[in-house]
């Protein structure tokens, strides 16, 4: 019988093909072995897509494997929703227990929701998205004293099997719009329903302290701006905060609900975004805090070491939405950590708008 180790590594590391391995969502390359979307050029699919569509090279790494060797899975630390999930379909495809028809419809699901469409209503919040993180942050509290990679291996094991429930239930014929429902009612996720429903709450007293904006953000057909209802907010204690504030029509005043959001989530990072698909992007963002970045750390004396991540100009950079499947929709403060203080974000950001 096959055996699987994992291994993690950070977000956006590069890698090199390697015999008896398989690299999920990061390596910054598609190829054998390595199945990532970050880069240009690749395909407008999620990891978990791809995947499928790599079944042969993936079954490829795992034939004439050593005697007692493992074959080996890297995927990147605290996995989300689509690493963890193509890390269920490489150990199934593998081992031969995988029901197509329904893991591509799994798959479709989970690549509008590595894409951004995490929209949340209090009429119907108890959607898959919302149970997977209730339930890693479930498994985070109780991981919290373990060893490095606990944390990690703990969020892939409370996600695959959230992920082998919900392909299960829609190789039995449910609809992917009704797997809410029968979340909503299965006894073993109700300790993730009850802290959905508690959130909410949180999310409504984050709201109230968040800054609320009107901003003119760039088309992306070129055709000039769209004036969008958004927020600012630092260290929200909702864990859903996001996909809240996005189906949020009533307090945004936009059926849309707020369309842009800049989360700060420590000190040292924080996620700007966009709603997909809006006609919208944050299109060169991504460069002018990378340079501002970089002119912070010369000042500091802590410039980044190592070789440029590929198609950018330095190591760890700002990850700038380039993959097609984000369509310039994110922008995320480098994996160490950014230098720049709120303020000077801010900065950036209205310098970019006043350029766009």
């Not at 395909?43 to 079954?59: D, S």
């Not at 227990?97 to 894409?115: H, K, M, Q, S, T």
């Not at 849309?256 to 989530?265: D, I, P, Y």
Request: charged share 20%.
């Amino acid at each position: 019988m096959i055996q699987f180790r994992y291994c993690f590594v950070p977000m956006g590391a590069t890698a090199e093909p390697a015999p008896h391995r398989v690299y999920l969502d990061v390596g910054n390359r598609l190829g054998a072995g390595l199945i990532d979307h970050h880069q240009p050029g690749a395909p407008e699919r999620c990891t978990a897509a791809l995947v499928l569509e790599q079944a042969q090279a993936i079954r490829s790494q795992a034939r004439a494997l050593p005697p007692g060797q493992p074959l080996e899975i890297v995927t990147h630390q605290q996995p989300d929703l689509d690493a963890i999930t193509a890390a269920y379909f490489v150990e199934s495809l593998v081992t031969g227990r995988l029901p197509r028809p329904a893991a591509d419809r799994w798959a479709d699901a989970v690549c509008l929701i590595d894409r951004g469409h995490t929209r949340l209503s209090p009429s119907q919040p108890i959607v898959p998205y919302a149970v997977f993180l209730a339930r890693l942050e479930l498994a985070a509290a109780d991981a919290e004293q373990a060893q490095p990679d606990g944390a990690s291996l703990a969020a892939l094991s409370a996600g695959q099997a959230l992920v082998a429930w919900a392909v299960n239930r829609l190789d039995q014929g449910v609809p992917v719009d009704r797997l809410g429902e029968h979340l909503a009612a299965a006894p073993d996720f109700q300790a993730e329903v009850g802290l959905i429903h508690a959130d909410l709450e949180t999310y409504r007293h984050d709201l109230a302290r968040a800054e609320r904006l009107s901003l003119a953000l760039p088309r992306a057909d070129g055709r000039g701006t769209e004036t969008v209802p958004g927020l600012w907010i630092e260290r929200p204690q909702s864990l859903l905060f996001k996909a809240w504030a996005r189906g949020d029509a009533s307090g945004a005043g936009d059926p849309r609900g707020f369309v842009f959001t800049a989360v700060q989530l420590s000190p040292t990072r924080i996620i700007l975004s966009i709603q997909p698909d809006l006609g919208l992007w944050l299109k060169g963002l991504g460069q002018v805090l990378e340079e501002a970045e970089t002119a912070r750390r010369r000042q500091l004396g802590c410039e980044r070491q190592g070789a440029p991540r590929p198609g950018y100009a330095g190591p760890d950079p700002w990850y700038d939405g380039r993959s097609p499947l984000h369509g310039y929709t994110i922008v995320d403060a480098p994996h160490g950590g950014t230098v720049l203080d709120a303020t000077q974000v801010r900065a950036a950001f209205e310098r970019w708008r006043s350029g766009a």
